[in-house]
């Protein structure tokens, strides 16, 4: 094996594995959420990797693992991601305590009646 080099991936877990359905033409989306979620935690240290895992055998999959843990499935959840759920769910796999800033702002009308309820 290749010497380890310090700040590489093996000091980081975080390996994000988008699965899509080749015939079905989902590789532009599951690149476009690759990148999101890079451009989100670039910084933070806890994604070692994101692989784009082309599926010929098992039509219509689009499914988002997180070091072994699905965190999306578009069959259980009946459609695809927003780019802002996706980048929560794997937060808070990777890092539960990160502060995603707009991405985890409410909607104004839920922050409305939520500053109401108060």
């Not at 590489?8 to 359905?21: E, H, T």
């Not at 989902?26 to 890079?38: D, F, N, S, T």
């Not at 451009?39 to 070692?48: A, K, L, P």
């Amino acid at each position: 094996p290749p010497p380890e080099r310090p700040g590489l991936a093996s000091k980081m877990p975080g390996v994000i594995k988008i699965q899509y359905c080749v015939k079905c033409k989902w590789q532009l989306r599951a690149a476009w959420l690759a990148q999101e979620l890079l451009s989100t935690f670039e910084r933070d240290e806890v994604i070692s990797e994101v692989a784009l895992v082309p599926s010929v055998q098992v039509s219509g999959v689009f499914e988002v693992t997180c070091d072994g843990k699905t965190v999306w499935s578009r069959k259980a959840e009946g459609r695809f991601p927003e780019a802002k759920e996706l980048k929560q769910r794997v937060r808070d796999v990777l890092a539960p305590g990160r502060d995603l800033g707009h991405s985890d702002a409410a909607p104004a009308a839920k922050k409305a009646k939520t500053e109401a309820e108060r």
